[in-house]
């Protein structure tokens, strides 16, 4: 089983930026395909970001296209979604999803094997 821990969730004001972490607990994720969903009160889950496993591919929801990057770091072992421009729509929990070469379906998140915890992003107005 692997874990995944998120970090650098966060208060922000509209406009500002944010910068979450993922990485797996106790393993490597060289052979993993990441994504991002977010989920806010009363909403189900959504897609928000996917990345190969090779880091070659790379695919965002249409609401976060040209605001938010999706990059894998292999030396640190660590996904990151870089949030710019933060709309007060963007609040949400984020999680990080993990499954091993990649998805057939990236946008849907019963396509993942793994997940972390969640991270709080909040953007206030």
């Known amino acids: 089983q692997v874990q995944l821990v998120e970090s650098g969730g966060g208060l922000v004001q509209t406009g500002g930026s944010l910068r979450l972490s993922c990485s797996p607990s106790g393993r490597t994720f060289t052979t993993f395909a990441m994504g991002w969903f977010r989920q806010a009160p009363g909403r189900e889950r959504e897609f928000v970001a996917h990345i190969s496993w090779n880091g070659h591919n790379t695919f965002y929801a249409d609401s976060v296209k040209g605001r938010f990057t999706i990059s894998r770091d292999g030396a640190k072992n660590t996904v990151f979604l870089q949030m710019n421009s933060l709309k007060s729509e963007d609040t949400a929990i984020y999680y990080c999803?993990?499954?091993?070469?990649?998805?057939?379906?990236?946008?849907?998140?019963?396509?993942?094997?793994?997940w972390g915890q969640g991270t709080q992003v909040t953007v206030s107005s």
């Open positions: 999803a993990a499954i091993q070469w990649g998805p057939n379906s990236p946008t849907d998140y019963r396509a993942y094997d793994h």
